[in-house]
T-cell receptor, first 112, second 114 residues
Framework: EAGVAQSPRYKIIEKRQSVAFWCNPI?????LYWYQQILGQGPKLLIQ????????DSQLPKDRFSAERLKGVDSTLKIQPAKLEDSAVYLC??????????FGPGTRLTVL | GENVEQHPSTLSVQEGDSAVIKCTYS??????FPWYKQELGKRPQLIID?????GEKKDQRIAVTLNKTAKHFSLHITETQPEDSAVYFC?????????????FGSGTRLSIRP
């Protein structure tokens, strides 16, 4: 079984620039999550999708972050404009329908 | 709001000894408690989980116990080995509820001394 795929693996941008991350969940997994993990901390949920609908985005900074999951499969997370404090690893995870989550390798974002 | 507290934040044990990590949760409706291991620069990997209908679960050298009354659960690693060195995260969620989310603890950095 293929795992959760993410790209890019690393991204370096300057503050105020835009960036987008892509996630392809495990085939058949209806639930998709985006997490932000700052160095030395646990993952913090940004947004949770059930198929292509948003279940929880209460911790998503909506003034600069957006996410979509068209067709209920792949998802993209965008930051526009980026701030220094956005430097973190962005993890995507999927599960069916809730319960055990499988994580992707993450995208390490550095904002200069 | 919902919260999961994890202790200790760092733990160093002699190889071969046992390690115990403890978590408490605030949402009494939580019924699913996974534990993840994250090695440096890698993704979190599920190592064991427990549901609220059981009090203990064991898988080789790893065991998890749950006390729903006290709202706490613990990870026990016996006969620790160097490859057990990693950051461990506990988490709690309402499981199958589509309106629930999983809350992670802040992590425990476990170091195994040779």
């Amino acid at each position: 079984e293929a795992g959760v795929a993410q790209s890019p693996r690393y991204k370096i941008i300057e503050k105020r620039q835009s960036v987008a991350f892509w996630c392809n969940p495990i085939s058949g997994h209806a639930t998709l999550y985006w997490y932000q993990q700052i160095l030395g901390q646990g993952p913090k949920l940004l947004i949770q999708f059930q198929n292509n609908g948003v279940v929880d985005d209460s911790q998503l900074p909506k003034d600069r972050f957006s996410a979509e999951r068209l067709k209920g499969v792949d998802s993209t997370l965008k930051i526009q404009p980026a701030k220094l404090e956005d430097s973190a690893v962005y993890l995507c995870a999927s599960s069916w329908p809730q319960d055990t989550q499988y994580f992707g390798p993450g995208t390490r974002l550095t904002v200069l | 709001g919902e919260n999961v507290e994890q202790h200790p934040s760092t733990l160093s044990v002699q190889e071969g000894d046992s390690a115990v990590i403890k978590c408490t949760y605030s949402d009494s409706a939580s019924n699913y408690f996974p534990w993840y291991k994250q090695e440096l620069g890698k993704r979190p990997q599920l190592i064991i989980d427990i549901r609220s209908n059981v009090g203990e679960k064991k898988d080789q050298r790893i065991a998890v116990t749950l006390n729903k009354t006290a709202k706490h659960f613990s990870l026990h690693i016996t006969e620790t080995q160097p490859e057990d060195s990693a950051v461990y995260f506990c988490a709690a969620s309402r499981g199958y509820s589509s309106a629930s989310k999983i809350i992670f603890g802040s992590g425990t950095r476990l170091s195994i001394r040779p």
